[in-house]
């Protein structure tokens, strides 16, 4: 089993940054690619960006510009760069691995963008 460990969330100012970090622990696996979503109350889970084993990136259209997806050369430590936040940026942030034996998921953290 795989267990994905999220650091870096917290508070700040519209106009700030946040970096994300996000650590897979545990069984060794075939990683495809690994990745940031986002829920807020009442809303589906969405993408934010996702990298996969091969660099390829995807990127939501709300994020574009702004946030940066990169991982480590083992590809089993994920970060996520969120330059300029908005107040509609205000999500748990979940961190994703994708891998031959299925999706693992991190627990959470919390971003909030207020003035």
């Known amino acids: 089993q795989v267990q994905l460990r999220e650091s870096g969330g917290g508070l700040v100012q519209p106009g700030g940054s946040l970096r994300l970090s996000c650590a897979a622990s545990?069984?060794?696996?075939?990683?495809?690619?690994m990745g940031w979503y986002r829920q807020t109350p009442g809303k589906e889970r969405e993408l934010v960006a996702i990298i996969g084993v091969g660099g390829t990136l995807q990127y939501a259209d709300s994020v574009k510009g702004r946030f940066t997806i990169s991982r480590n050369r083992a590809m089993d430590t994920v970060f996520l760069q969120m330059n300029d936040l908005k107040p509609e940026d205000t999500a748990v942030y979940y961190c994703?691995?994708?891998?031959?034996?299925?999706?693992?998921w991190g627990q959470g953290t919390q971003v909030t963008v207020s003035s």
């Open positions: 545990g069984r060794s696996v075939s990683i495809y690619a």
């Open positions: 994703n691995l994708n891998s031959r034996v299925g999706q693992s």
